[in-house]
């Protein structure tokens, strides 16, 4: 069964530390792998696509690589801000357009 | 940017009553949407694929007879909660692929649904 995992389900860190997210996956076949933001009660903001054939992709302050022989992807967030609080979703697509989501990481940076 | 909006984004109805939540693609043709929904502090769970012209495939564990897709045209889809119930209430989410773009999911921004 493809599956996404993500851990921690929470994070708490004062504001400015460098942090990481972590996601993994079963089956390395994948087609790309894709980190969201969800603000509370809101729908989803796109923050980073990696497609199967790349390392790692930046935007900013973030910054997402893919290990797919391990079935892991990290987002990297520097520098964090009071707003970047949120919870970051990892989304895995393999093959058929569908996307397998994450559980989320609910990431609260302490001003 | 592609845009996507859902409509109601709050819907509060009573239990046996239906509800119908629109998704459309605001600057885009679609031929295949999707419908997700997410429980409290839970994460997405794919609810069924529609495609423009032909009837949605929903995923294992979804009714069809209860939570009906219409994708009657290339920038609207349309999800109909049948006779609510308590336990239908959450977060329903839509997404969208550009007809030209097949990498990318563009998101709307949710309906919450509330059945009493």
């Known amino acids: 069964k493809q599956e996404v995992t993500q851990i921690p389900a929470a994070l708490s860190v004062p504001e400015g530390e460098n942090l990481v997210l972590n996601c993994s996956f079963t089956?390395?076949?994948?087609?790309?792998l894709q980190w969201f933001r969800q603000d509370p009660g809101k729908g989803l903001t796109s923050l980073l696509l990696?497609?199967?054939?790349?390392r790692e992709q930046t935007s900013g302050r973030l910054n997402a690589s893919l290990d797919k022989s391990s079935g892991r992807s990290t987002l990297y967030i520097a520098a964090s801000q009071p707003g970047d609080s949120a919870t970051y979703l990892c989304?895995?697509?393999?093959?058929?357009?569908?996307?397998?989501f994450g559980q989320g990481t609910r990431l609260t940076i302490n001003p | 940017g592609a845009v996507v909006s859902q409509h109601p984004s709050r819907v509060i109805c009573k239990s046996g009553t239906s509800v119908k939540i629109e998704c459309r693609s605001l600057?885009?043709?679609?031929?295949?949407m999707f419908w997700y929904r997410q429980f409290p502090k839970q994460s997405l769970m794919l609810m069924a694929t529609?495609?423009?012209?032909?009837?949605?495939?929903?995923e294992q564990g979804v009714e069809k007879d209860k939570f009906l897709i219409n994708h009657a045209s290339l920038t609207l889809s349309t999800l109909t909660v049948t006779s609510a119930h308590p336990e239908d209430s959450s977060f329903y989410i839509c997404?969208?692929?550009?007809?030209?773009?097949?990498?990318?999911?563009?998101f709307g921004p949710g309906t919450r649904l509330l059945v009493l």
């Open positions: 997404s969208a692929i550009p007809r030209e773009e097949w990498e990318t999911q563009y």
């Open positions: 089956d390395s076949a994948i087609y790309n």
């Open positions: 990696i497609q199967s054939s790349q």
């Open positions: 529609s495609n423009e012209g032909s009837k949605a495939t929903y």
């Open positions: 600057d885009f043709q679609a031929t295949t």
């Open positions: 989304a895995v697509r393999w093959g058929a357009q569908k996307l397998v």
